[in-house]
């Protein structure tokens, strides 16, 4: 394996990644608006939370 096959295949790996992490946000973010309008507070929460540590992760990209 040559070094810019390892680089592509890095660089794709972390794109997927990426892309994985952001789709995750939006689910997250649609889920804690649903907690918000069935006044679910708990729910929301937690969601809160889960979405705190997908943007931290989505911030070691950036």
């Known amino acids: 394996m040559d070094i810019n096959h390892s ?19 939006c689910v997250l973010n649609m889920q804690i608006r649903m907690a918000m309008e069935n006044h679910n507070v708990d729910a929301q929460k937690k969601l809160e939370k889960e979405l705190e540590q997908i943007l931290e992760q989505i911030n070691i990209f950036v």
């Open 7 to 25: 680089m592509t295949t890095l660089s794709n790996t972390r794109m997927t990644a990426f892309a994985s992490l952001k789709q995750q946000q």
